[in-house]
């Protein structure tokens, strides 16, 4: 049992089931982010959690105790949205300890949890002016500083970043993963950024369709997708998905394909499971992410993977500290990451590396990945 225990739960409206039996247990102080596109249900499962929406079938249950039918206000729970939904006519004071005022809270201990959380979130010059003379980012902190000053058994985040520039949103990102390390707080996190859910999660929940495609931790999720709307969605750039056929060697496993020269090319399956042995003559996804896909150069030196084939450069696209190159292998479009003084040119002949270490397979007709 977690701290946070959701169970089976499904939510529909009238015939039409938009969440579909969702099992997800939270212990006690994890940050949890539920990631996926527009539609996918995420921020209805946050509200069913919050007591916002009911649970159609299903148990939702926060430190034991059963939260079905509970009222928002019993929950000890507290949610920042991703409008701040501040009172404009208070202060940021007042916005901070009116919930508390609302439960009976003496003055002087509300007082006290004002003090405390805005010294924490670095807003104490801020107490005394109105929502609408704060910048985006502060309205955040001072929404972040009527959920903490409540001390609640779980934190809810709606979207909290969604209106902020590209910048702030990386500064917010890191005032809110060192919030969670500070206090060690339960939280669940909703974005659609998957940017968002790698860097702040201890887990993430993968949605698309009402259905949890994949619960995981950052690496698990990056690295082994369950399946290839995972892989496609997490990640940026996303996965290189290259059509190949499965060919059995002995105890060997090769992925072959063609290079755009219409020249062959075998891939050799890093430690292939019996599943994978199975396979033979069939076609297949073979995935990979950018950066196991590279100049030999910027190849990871501890692997004693990594195959070399000479492909075309379509497009390259510098980055900074990386650049960026475009391909066609096996008549997929694909994206390496290569070093920032790669000698790469668009129509030049050059090498890239392949990190089999770091490949994965994929069913084309189910869709999910080949353990």
Known sequence: MGFLDIRNATKSYGQVEVLHQVDIS???????????????????????IAGLEDITTGEIAIKGRMMNGVHPSKRNIAMV??????????????????????HGVAKPERDK???????????????????GQLSGGQRQRVA??????????????????????????????????????????TIVYVTHDQIEAMTLSTRIAVMNG????????????????????????????SMNLIPVKLRVDGNA?????????????????????????????QSVMLGIRPEALTDPEGADQRSTHVERIRNTVTVTEPAGSDTFVATTIGGAECVARMRSDADVAPGRVSEFAFNMEKAVLFDPKSEARIA
Do not use: W
């Open 144 to 185: 972040m500083g009527r959920a903490l000053v409540r001390n609640p058994d779980v934190f809810l985040f709606d979207e909290p970043l969604s209106n902020l520039d590209a910048k702030l949103r990386v500064d917010m990102r890191t005032e809110i993963k060192k919030l969670h390390q500070n206090l060690g707080t």
């Open 253 to 281: 496993v090769y992925a072959d394909t063609k290079n755009d020269q219409d020249e062959k090319v075998s891939l050799p399956v890093f430690e292939p499971s019996a599943t994978v042995k199975s396979c033979d003559g």
């Open 210 to 237: 009402g259905y949890v495609q994949q619960l995981g931790t950052p690496k698990e999720i990056y690295d082994t997708p369950a399946n290839l709307f995972v892989a496609t969605f997490m990640g940026s750039p």
């Open 26 to 48: 939270v212990d006690e102080g994890e940050f949890l982010v539920l990631v996926g596109p527009s539609g996918c249900g995420k921020s209805t499962l946050l509200n069913m």
């Open 113 to 131: 949890a004002m003090a405390d959380v805005a010294k924490l979130l670095q807003i104490e010059q801020l107490l005394d002016r109105k929502p």
């Open 81 to 102: 949205f991703q409008s701040y939904a501040l009172y404009p006519n208070m202060t940021v004071g007042q916005n901070i300890t009116f919930g508390l005022e609302m």
